[in-house]
């Protein structure tokens, strides 16, 4: 059912697999930690927008008479400001500066998120590195669709399909959440790290 050996063509081929396999994984970790780091910014943007609304409506502050909260408030601050900052009215004015200031900045954010499409491409990338994966194992094992013909253990086939798998898997992958855009295609030295299957330089550790 295996061949003796394995052809050059097969060889060459499993060397293109697996580095397919290492970029795109790798491109999944970074697209992976930029989409939960966009989120937990939008997280911390939103909850502060929330904290600096309830701060400019809270009577303490929208007091121009002052009371004794006001006063309290007024003494802890006013060391670093002037005696015209202790008026409640400013620190009014100044919050709702900082609340639409915080509210641009969640907008910018969501944009940005739109834009880079962290979150889908994090997936469509992470799919397709299992699938190359999947697929580098079939080959190896000669299961379908990379099964030897019978009696001809010296065929060409399996490595025929390997080799329309995978450029089939290349363009369905460019296709999907705009990755043409992406360092997919980048060319990248032998000793990268971001190799990791030892298919272009060095050797396994025992």
């Known amino acids: 059912r295996l061949p003796s050996e394995t052809p050059l063509q097969g060889l060459e081929l499993m060397q293109q697999l697996w580095s397919e396999h290492d970029v795109a994984q790798y491109l999944a970790d970074r697209y992976k930690w930029l989409a939960k780091a966009?989120?937990?910014?939008q997280l911390i943007l939103a909850w502060a927008v929330v904290l600096s609304a309830t701060l400019t409506g809270t009577p303490i502050l929208a007091d121009e008479n002052g009371s004794g909260d006001a006063a309290a408030v007024s003494a802890a601050?006013?060391?670093a400001v002037d005696d015209a900052a202790v008026d409640s009215g400013l620190y009014t004015s100044i919050l709702?500066?900082?609340t639409f200031?915080?509210?641009v900045a969640v907008a910018f954010l969501i944009s940005l998120d739109g834009f880079l499409a962290a979150k889908g491409r994090w997936r469509q990338l992470r799919s397709a590195a299992c699938d190359v994966h999947a697929m580098a194992w079939r080959y190896r094992c000669r299961v379908a669709p990379f099964e030897m013909e019978a009696g001809k253990l010296d065929s060409a086939r399996p490595e025929d399909v390997l080799c329309r798998e995978l450029v089939k898997w290349r363009t369905d992958l460019t296709?999907?959440?705009?990755l043409t855009a992406t360092a997919l295609r980048r060319r990248?030295?032998?000793t990268s790290s971001v190799f990791?299957?030892?298919?272009?330089d060095g050797k396994p550790q025992a």
């Open 38 to 41: 966009l989120y937990l910014l």
């Open 77 to 79: 601050v006013s060391a």
């Open 96 to 98: 709702k500066e900082v």
């Open 101 to 103: 200031c915080l509210s």
């Open 175 to 178: 296709k999907g959440a705009d």
């Open 188 to 190: 990248r030295p032998k």
């Open 196 to 200: 990791k299957h030892y298919q272009l």
